[in-house]
Nanobody, 114 residues
């Protein structure tokens, strides 16, 4: 059974940083794409950053220059490093793993507020 578990969310002041880990188990992590999505209340769930297993990383325009997605295949873990956070980054952040079949985590809340 595939499990995707995010953590690392919390309350941070504008301009601050957070790193979100995403641990994947039950599937060959190194052979699957991984991505971070985010969803604010009442909004859709667009991708913030993607790290395909066999291609370059990509970012939403709103995340470019501030967010970095990385993956450690030895730990079956993906990370989202978020710097220079803004109030509009407030959302539930979801990790998705899988190429043919997507598997979602339960999400972690990120709140950017003073």
């Amino acid at each position: 059974q595939v499990q995707v578990v995010e953590s690392g969310g919390g309350l941070v002041q504008p301009g601050g940083s957070l790193r979100l880990p995403c641990v994947v188990s039950g599937c060959p992590f190194e052979a699957n794409d991984v991505a971070w999505y985010r969803q604010a209340p009442g909004n859709e769930r667009p991708a913030a950053a993607k790290a395909p297993y066999d291609g370059p990383t990509t970012y939403a325009d709103s995340a470019k220059g501030r967010f970095t997605i990385s993956r450690d295949n030895t730990k079956s873990t993906a990370y989202l490093q978020m710097n220079a956070l803004k109030p509009e980054d407030t959302a539930v952040y979801y990790c998705k793993s899988g190429t043919a079949t997507p598997y979602w985590g339960q999400g972690t809340q990120v709140t950017v507020s003073s």
